[in-house]
Nanobody
Framework: QVHLVESGGGSVQAGGSMRLSCSAS????????MGWFRQAPGKEREGVAA???????MYKNSVKDRFTISKDDAKNILYLQMNDLRPEDSAMYYC???????????????????????WGQGTQVTVSS
């Protein structure tokens, strides 16, 4: 079973930057999508950014041009570079993987949590004004 571990969270002032990392243990299958989600207290978990296949990326509208998702396949690490952070970006951030390229399971809506079956434990991001 693949294990995902997030790191890089913390506290930052508005306008600052932060990079989250998600390390994956040895893959037992090839995911079709990998994504970052966040959940603030009292709110639903929402998709922030996703990579589909090798390089197609998708973003939540409110983070476009501020966040960048990327991955290093050699190291099995997924990143989320977050710039110009705002207080409303404060949340627990989770990385996840979904679909299965080996069996043909496709992530049709990569920012929807139901596509994902493996989740990390989360890392807290707090942005102060």
């Amino acid at each position: 079973q693949v294990h995902l571990v997030e790191s890089g969270g913390g506290s930052v002032q508005a306008g600052g930057s932060m990079r989250l990392s998600c390390s994956a243990s040895e893959y037992t299958y090839r995911p079709h999508c990998m994504g970052w989600f966040r959940q603030a207290p009292g709110k639903e978990r929402e998709g922030v950014a996703a990579i589909v296949g090798d390089s197609n990326t998708m973003y939540k509208n409110s983070v476009k041009d501020r966040f960048t998702i990327s991955k290093d396949d050699a190291k099995n690490i997924l990143y989320l570079q977050m710039n110009d952070l705002r207080p409303e970006d404060s949340a627990m951030y989770y990385c996840a993987m979904g679909g299965n390229r080996d069996s043909g399971s496709v992530c049709y809506k990569p920012l929807v949590a139901s596509h994902y079956n493996t989740w990390g434990q989360g890392t807290q991001v707090t942005v102060s004004s």
